[in-house]
Structures are given as structure tokens and as C-alpha cells.
């Protein structure tokens, strides 16, 4: 019994079970508009994923997520090593950064889409920057902390600067670089929820939207219970990735925390 | 030497100018040389004179003030859960197995999401902003407050239980003033986090604040309104952001400074 109790992924689903219960148990209590029981909303569940629009709708907010949060990890990923190694370059960047870091990146959408239209590159776009800060922020951060003493045995043996940014500087801080993409991989899902939330067209905000506003609310919890299993799953991914690749570093033991 | 680091203070200072500048210069010439239509990026010069005019502007300021209140309210609250929560976490077994999943799940969870429900049982008005606010800023308050926690050194816990302290007592006496530090960095995130959150709701759907200023401005193309806000908020983020750096200085007093 104890030992099942331990079994990888089982308390996170006992947990999913009891949230269902527990929002079960109020809305029989409480009998709110708006709040229908879980049931009904778990109904509707096959309904959405077996219709081809709204599996085209997921389908291209998962790319719009997939090609920003790329082109920002390969954007913040040298910006963020190249101000931990200089010190000139992480004064110059730094009061820039925070300016940024307290702007919802979503809020941005509304004067982007003046400039690039409502289509795809402005939601990537803010994807982008979204995921940019906390990259940058993680690459920082441990390309500061690289001891020295390997830098400098490196230098001594004929390693060029170029060599020993990517020979030593990027694997020793890769396992602080994974911390970072996994909190932006986070934030891309959210900075997509809501950048689709403002500009609606296509997309998982827009179902969730038109379900809102003609008030088929059993369809706006189900997009809720969508929307979390799909961060769930990404977050669930990354880590195994991030095992994968840093096996040798320790684990830092955290729970990604997403914000807009 | 003491010259030396004059210099050097005073090289990154002018360092962070420079990005800065890289961006407002090529605004401003991109504008003022009518290179872009105003309606479609305004000059700097007018966004900035905007805003000292618009703080002498009783309905902006009600704007302000409405998006700080439900900012504090949240805050304020999700301290005080997240606080408590990872607290009793750490010190009662049971809760701990029953958080620790629960938190598992709901951490990444984009809670934007939830913003649709929160409006439909909670209503239009402040509460589901606040409660928005909450859901977001709690998590990482929660974490913060339960690795701090976690790694108390335990000859503190035992020196007081030593001298006569309960163990309900050693919690909140020694636990958690050892924990202070991460507290107070997770609550740093949280307030960013906040302060993030109180303005998309408001964006997304809102009568007042300024999130919906720039809804506003947006839906009648007055591109120098929509700046505002958003400047506005940056630097409403800035100064929390150094309150809480001079406040948490003043409640760290006595503790080495790691980081």
C-alpha cells in the first residue's frame, strides 16, 4: 500500500481526482450558475477532441507555441551566457531587462497587431518574448557561476574565447538553462492562452471564447480541463528531456511556476 | 583602488543607458521623420508628455488606483495562503502529503484559464480579479515558503524544543523566521507576478483599470493611449519592485547575505 502510494505519477492523479471531487461536492452544495458539475463538463470532452476544426484550432496554437518558443530559446539562450562571462555586457542589458520583466508580454498584442496584422507572426511574436526573459534571466545566472578554475585550464591549454563559451561555459550550465526553458515553456502555453484571448481568430483561446459567449459554459470548463492536461503533458515532456540530457547534474527539485 | 571602482560603477552605469537608447533613438527618428504614420507608432516625446499629463487626470488615477487595489488584494492574500500553506507542509505530515500533489498539478496549470470560470461564479467585479491575482502569485509564495522551510537546519528546531518550545510554537517562532529569505524572494516573484496577472484580467475583460485603458485605446486606434497604460505599468512594477527590495532589507537585517 505504501509503496503503490509512491509509484511516479500516482499522487498527482490522486490529486486530479480529488479536485473533481472536490469541485463535485460544491456544486451540489452550492448550485451556482455558471458552475456546472464535473461530470457534465468531462462529457463534452470527446465531442471537442473529435472535431476537426477544434483539433485544427489546437493544432496551430501548438505550432505558433512550438516556433516561438524556439526562436526564443535560440535568441536568449547566447544573450544570457555572453552577459554572465562579461560583466560590461550584463550592466548594459540588465536595466533593460527590468523595465521589460514587469510588462505582460500579452499586453503588448494590441499594439503589435497594428503593426503586424492579426495573423500568425504576432502571436509568435509575443510567444518570443515571453519566453525570452526567463532564458535569458537562467543563462545568466549560471553562466556566472562557471568556476573559474576550469575557464582558466582551459585558456592555458590554447582554448579560444569561442571554444570555451561553447566547450565549457554551455554544458556547465545547461541543467540552470533547462530550469529556465522549462519555467518559459510554461509561460509560452500561457502567453498563447492569452495572447488568443485578445486577439481572437483562431486557436485554443478563440474555442474557449465563443464557447463564453454563447454560454455553453459545459464547453468552457472543458477547454479549461484541455487547457490544463496540455500544460500538464509539456511540463511532464520537458522534464523528461531535461533528464535526458543534464542526467549527471542533481535535480533541482522544482516545480515550474508560470506567470504571464 | 576606491577610484578604480568609481570608474566602474559609473562604465556600467552608462553601459545601461546604451540599450536603452538603442531603442528610443530609432522610435523617436522612425517617428519624428515620419518614416511610420503616427496612428501607427507615435512619437516618444508625445507618449511621455501624455503620461505626466494624464497623472494629474482624476479618472486615471481611479484607474490606478482600482488596478493597485485589486493588485494588493491579491497579493495580500496569496501571501498569507502561500505562507501558511508551505508552513504547515513542512511541519504536519498529512498536509504535506496532500499539498505536495496537489501543488504538483496545479503549478503549471495556466491559471489565465481559470479566468473565464472565475468571471462566470465570482461575477464582473473586483473578486474575480482578485482571485485571479491569487491563483497565479500563490505558487510561487507556496514553493518559496516550503524549500525555505524544508531547509531550516534542524539544531535551530531542536536548541528550541530543547528550551520548552511546542512544537506548534518552534513552526512559526523559528521555522519561519529561518525561512524569511526564501519567503521574501518568492514573494518578490509574486508580486511581479501580480502586478502581470491584475492587468491582463483587466485587459481580457474589465470595466475599469488600466488593462482596459489600453482595450480601450486599442478599439479606437488612439495609439498614444495605448502606450500609456503600458508604461504605466512598468513602472508601477519598477517601484514595488524597489519597495519591496528596501522592505525586505529592513526585515532581513541580522541574516548573512547569501544572495
Redesign the interface.
Known sequence: MSRALWLPGLPPLLACIGLLVVWDVFTRAFAIEGLPPPLEALRQLPGILTDPEALLNIAASLKRMAIGFVLAVAFAMPIGLWMGRSRLIAAAFNPLFMVIYPVPKAALMPIIMLWLGVGEASKILVIFLGVSLPVVYHSFQGARTVEEKMLWSAAAMGVGPAGRMLRIVLPATLPEIMVGCRTGLVLALITMVTSEMIARQTGIGNIFFTALDMAQYNDVYAMIIIIGVLGFVCDFAFEAVRRWLVSWADSPHTIAVGSA | MNAIALRRTV???L??????LC?LVPWYILSAGHFVPP???PSPVDVFVRFVRLLGDPAFLHNVGVTLFRLFAGFGIAVVLGVAIGILAVGNRVVG?VV???????????????Y??LV??LGFDHSSKVALVVA?AL??IL?ATYQGAASVDPKLVWSARAAGTSPTRCLFTVVLMAALPSILTGAR?GL??S???V??AE??MSTDGL?QM??KA?RT?Q?VD??V??IA??V???A??GLFNLLSARLLIGFSTRS
Open positions: 562604465t556600467e552605469a553601459a545601461g543607458v546604451v540599450p536603452v531603442i496612428a501607427l507608432l502529503a505536495k500533489p496537489l501543488v504538483r498539478v496545479l503549478a503549471p496549470l495556466p491559471k489565465i484559464a481559470l473565464p470560470a462566470l461564479t497565479d505558487f510561487p514553493l516573484i511581479v507576478i502586478c502581470i496577472v492587468f491582463l485587459m481580457i488593462g489600453l482595450v486599442g486606434f495609439t495605448m502606450f497604460p503600458i505599468i512598468s508601477l512594477g519598477l514595488l519592485n
